[in-house]
């Protein structure tokens, strides 16, 4: 994450979250997107914010989804705003989701090349939908 961050930012160290936004939709309509999630980020800022490492990766991808969408972080004013969209999207996934029962999922090659004895559990697409406006 450090090497992305300095390659991309110019910033030193890891940082959280990094998103590259692929769509080039000045409507931010479409998403299509890279985006670089640092789990041992994550895991000093539960212990820091005094949550869990599950809500604050969630955290990262409602942060990057933002982002997708438009906001930006750059000036004090749009850190507050950006923040305040945030919290208010994750009151709603901590209300309408169960954030503790998160799990690790296979990748597909861990699935594809799974033992046949092994069962590998998939999870189960969720249809529920927030919507993000300006």
């Not at 914010?49 to 599950?54: I, V, Y």
């Not at 000036?75 to 507050?80: F, I, L, S």
């Not at 919290?87 to 709603?92: A, S, V």
Request: aromatic residues 8%; contains cysteine; proline residues 8%.
């Amino acid at each position: 994450m450090a090497a992305v961050n300095q390659k991309f930012l110019n910033h030193q160290g890891p940082t959280d979250v990094i998103t590259f936004d692929l769509a080039e939709d000045p409507d931010h309509k479409i998403f299509l997107a890279q985006l670089y999630i640092c789990p041992g980020v994550a895991r000093v800022q539960a212990k820091k914010f005094e949550t869990t490492w599950p809500d604050e990766l969630i955290r990262y991808h409602v942060h990057a989804l933002l982002h997708l969408k438009g906001y930006d972080d750059q000036t004090p004013a749009a850190r507050r705003t950006i923040k305040r969209h945030e919290e208010r999207i994750m009151r709603w996934l901590r209300k309408s989701q169960n954030l503790n029962q998160l799990e690790r999922v296979p990748h597909p090659a861990d699935v594809q090349n799974a033992p046949p004895n092994k069962s590998v559990r998939t999870p189960k697409p969720s249809r529920q939908f927030i919507r993000i406006d300006r």
